[in-house]
């Protein structure tokens, strides 16, 4: 099936937005690696929280959420992979958090959790894992900034790029254009040059990338080129 890419024509060009994943980052240069992809011209810094609970592995919190932000001053996109993420909002909007996306299953008041996040003067988002569907977004969606669709299963990177994403990405694009909302639709998992076109051809505001960007292949420079090139296409308005 041809996917509907009409959307994407009200894009001006270069519209979509790069977020590379500093859990591919290396630690020990992590600072300079921030401000290399600063200086590439990426829109977010995406940092995932783990906690160990909600997913298997613990990452980070604060005081990396902290230095990230002195190295840099390009927004930070906080994907919080925790159980009760209620929990850490003051925490995060300290550190210099700027969007805190929640997952809808890791709480039973996602609703709540949004409004303690505009409350602290962050961005809100709300994330959904591979299993959940779009549908389930709907009541909060009107209150979200941004929408996060799991492109894999939430905990590590470099997993494979799992195809019914697209869809979800589809149908989210769907419902927020029929609301007539302005929130971002971000997808993360998987994506390089081979699926970053598809993926904002599918509806995709915001790309999360990590090995993508941070690898030993290339600069984080060129790595920001050349996927930007692989959207190029897709990105630019028609006439």
């Known amino acids: 099936m041809t996917p509907d890419t009409s959307h994407v024509a009200r894009r001006t060009p270069h519209a979509i937005k790069l977020a590379p994943s500093i859990l591919a980052a290396d630690y020990a240069r992590l600072g300079e690696q921030v401000a290399a992809a600063a200086s590439a011209g990426v829109d977010y810094i995406h940092c995932d929280v783990m906690d160990g609970h909600f997913v298997p592995p613990i990452t980070f919190g604060p005081?990396?959420?902290?230095?990230?932000?002195?190295?840099?001053?390009?927004?930070?996109?906080?994907?919080?992979?925790?159980e009760r993420p209620e929990q850490y909002v003051e925490d995060v909007a300290r550190a210099g958090g700027t969007v805190f996306t929640a997952h809808l299953e890791a709480t039973r008041h996602i609703?709540?959790?949004?409004?303690?996040?505009?409350?602290?003067?962050?961005?809100?988002?709300?994330?959904?894992?591979?299993?959940?569907?779009?549908?389930?977004?709907?009541?909060?969606?009107?209150?979200?900034?941004?929408?996060?669709?799991?492109?894999?299963?939430?905990?590590?990177?470099?997993?494979?790029?799992?195809?019914?994403?697209?869809?979800?990405?589809?149908?989210?694009?769907?419902?927020?254009?029929?609301?007539?909302?302005?929130?971002?639709?971000?997808?993360?998992?998987?994506?390089?040059?081979?699926?970053?076109?598809?993926?904002?051809?599918?509806?995709?505001?915001?790309?999360?990338?990590?090995?993508?960007?941070?690898?030993?292949?290339?600069s984080i420079a060129d790595a920001v080129v050349r996927l930007r090139r692989s959207i190029r296409e897709v990105d630019a308005p028609t006439a």
């Open 63 to 82: 005081l990396i959420l902290e230095a990230v932000r002195r190295a840099s001053r390009v927004p930070l996109d906080v994907h919080m992979m925790v």
């Open 111 to 218: 609703h709540r959790v949004v409004q303690m996040v505009k409350a602290a003067g962050m961005r809100a988002g709300v994330a959904v894992n591979p299993g959940t569907p779009v549908a389930a977004l709907e009541a909060i969606l009107p209150d979200a900034d941004l929408v996060l669709v799991m492109s894999v299963n939430p905990g590590w990177g470099g997993q494979p790029f799992i195809e019914a994403a697209l869809e979800k990405l589809r149908e989210a694009r769907a419902l927020i254009d029929r609301l007539g909302l302005s929130t971002e639709l971000e997808v993360d998992g998987g994506i390089a040059e081979r699926t970053a076109a598809r993926a904002v051809a599918a509806g995709a505001d915001v790309l999360v990338a990590g090995s993508a960007i941070f690898n030993d292949r290339e």
